[in-house]
């Protein structure tokens, strides 16, 4: 890509900047929330990444302009085989994740907890990857949740993945990991979300499969979306950047500079506009080449963690590829922020319920709401 002008592009920058703190030495430890039973709820993050789902699970953060409440969840072990995300997560959130290959770890050793999490990896599952599906290398590390489900046998699980898994094999693939997880003993729902009806400056759509242990009744209800018609453009989300070329705001220096993509299954270099979401990010910048909407040049670290939705706080401590692939893998905190409150909420009636009453049944209405509220949505108990 040249410029109209016929000036040279900026020139990138790959080295690793200097960060002295990360995102939970920048502020007050996090806040404590606390559920229905007086206690935060204990949650076992797998496949844990840099942790976007963990972020968005434990809440307590802004970004975009925008406050999200702590919710009582407390990671208290995470997992992940890759070290830069296990040294990044460190940096940001917490010391308790550990670098395990999860088809080799004793799962009967893990802690048992309320909560278990997870985006399982998606690279054999996603229409920019190999397709392979459940032949692939990592299709069918799926598996290793279920193992701890039956196992530990957490009250509630969450998993994500690419919404092309849905499609492949005419579905088949998608009814065989329900069909497993619900061999554990818990019944399961796919949640099909779109990111900017949630706030999230990019158009990214996830599966959130979402499964209750059968001798709880009740389900969480489907996040209401907060920005349906209305979601927050690149440029809102990244205007304030657009002057910032060093390091004043955390990785907004690195960037690669690019005049085509040579791989990415077709995607090419696209040049990203200022009224509408971003393209989504993804962990191979060889792939789609995003450029920014105004500025001649490719969207930097922080541009592409900010569309990600994570704090500015949140430094990414690695060449410029490699913070890439971590951000790329990512779910976006606002994001898995939506997924958790309804979770929390749900759980908060069931334990509320539990506290009042033994074996009654009730019907309330029941939902999760901007403000952390209950609203529509019919349930049993």
């Known amino acids: 890509m040249r410029r109209k002008d016929g000036k040279p592009l900026a020139k990138a920058l790959h080295a690793k900047p200097r960060f002295e703190v990360g995102y939970r030495s920048s502020r007050r430890a996090f806040e404590c929330s606390y559920g229905e039973s007086g206690r935060p709820y204990r949650v076992t993050s797998f496949f844990s990444g840099c942790g976007g789902l963990d972020l968005g699970f434990r809440g307590g953060f802004s970004v975009l302009g925008k406050k999200y409440e702590p919710l009582p969840f407390d990671v208290v072990g995470a997992y992940d085989s890759l070290q830069d995300a296990v040294d990044c997560y460190k940096l940001n959130l917490d010391e308790r994740i550990h670098r395990a290959d999860l088809t080799e770890i004793d799962v009967g050793a893990l802690p048992t907890t309320d909560v278990l999490i997870g985006g399982f990896p998606c690279q054999d599952f996603s229409s920019s990857g190999p397709k392979t599906g459940f032949d692939g290398k990592r299709g069918r590390l799926y598996l290793v949740l279920l193992n701890y489900m039956r196992i530990h046998r957490p009250r509630i699980v969450i998993g994500e993945n690419v919404i092309?898994?849905?499609?492949?094999?005419?579905?088949?693939?998608?009814?065989?990991?329900?069909?497993?997880?619900?061999?554990?003993?818990?019944?399961?729902?796919?949640?099909?979300?779109?990111?900017?009806?949630?706030?999230?400056?990019?158009?990214?759509?996830?599966?959130?499969?979402?499964?209750?242990?059968?001798?709880?009744?009740?389900?969480?209800?489907?996040?209401?979306?907060?920005?349906?018609?209305?979601?927050?453009?690149?440029?809102?989300?990244?205007?304030?950047?657009?002057?910032?070329?060093?390091?004043?705001?955390?990785?907004?220096?690195?960037?690669?500079?690019?005049?085509?993509?040579?791989?990415?299954?077709?995607?090419?270099?696209?040049?990203?506009?200022?009224?509408?979401?971003?393209?989504?990010?993804?962990?191979?910048?060889?792939?789609?080449?995003?450029?920014?909407?105004?500025?001649?040049?490719?969207?930097?670290?922080?541009?592409?963690?900010?569309?990600?939705?994570?704090?500015?706080?949140?430094?990414?401590?690695?060449?410029?590829?490699?913070?890439?692939?971590?951000?790329?893998?990512?779910?976006?905190?606002?994001?898995?922020?939506?997924?958790?409150?309804?979770?929390?909420?749900?759980?908060?009636?069931?334990?509320?319920?539990?506290?009042?009453?033994?074996?009654?049944?009730?019907?309330?209405?029941?939902?999760?709401?901007?403000?952390?509220?209950?609203?529509?949505?019919?349930?049993?108990?």
Not at 238 to 247: K, Q
Not at 330 to 344: D, F, K, N, Q
Not at 346 to 375: N, Q, V
Request: hydrophobic letters at 35%; aromatic letters at 10%.
């Open 164 to 381: 092309h898994l849905a499609r492949m094999q005419q579905g088949e693939v998608l009814r065989t990991i329900v069909k497993d997880f619900e061999s554990a003993g818990y019944h399961f729902d796919v949640w099909n979300l779109y990111a900017p009806d949630y706030g999230v400056p990019q158009s990214r759509k996830r599966l959130i499969f979402v499964g209750v242990r059968n001798d709880i009744e009740g389900f969480p209800t489907k996040p209401r979306p907060t920005n349906l018609g209305s979601p927050v453009t690149i440029s809102q989300a990244l205007g304030d950047l657009e002057g910032i070329t060093d390091e004043t705001v955390t990785n907004q220096s690195q960037y690669f500079v690019a005049s085509k993509a040579t791989s990415g299954g077709g995607q090419g270099d696209t040049v990203n506009e200022a009224d509408k979401v971003a393209l989504c990010i993804r962990a191979n910048s060889r792939g789609r080449i995003q450029f920014h909407y105004k500025l001649p040049r490719r969207l930097t670290v922080r541009e592409c963690a900010r569309v990600q939705t994570f704090p500015d706080e949140f430094v990414f401590p690695y060449t410029t590829q490699r913070n890439l692939t971590l951000i790329g893998n990512a779910v976006p905190p606002i994001l898995a922020h939506a997924v958790a409150r309804s979770v929390s909420n749900f759980m908060a009636a069931i334990d509320g319920h539990a506290a009042r009453s033994g074996a009654i049944t009730l019907k309330r209405e029941y939902a999760a709401t901007e403000d952390g509220g209950m609203t529509q949505g019919m349930f049993e108990f």
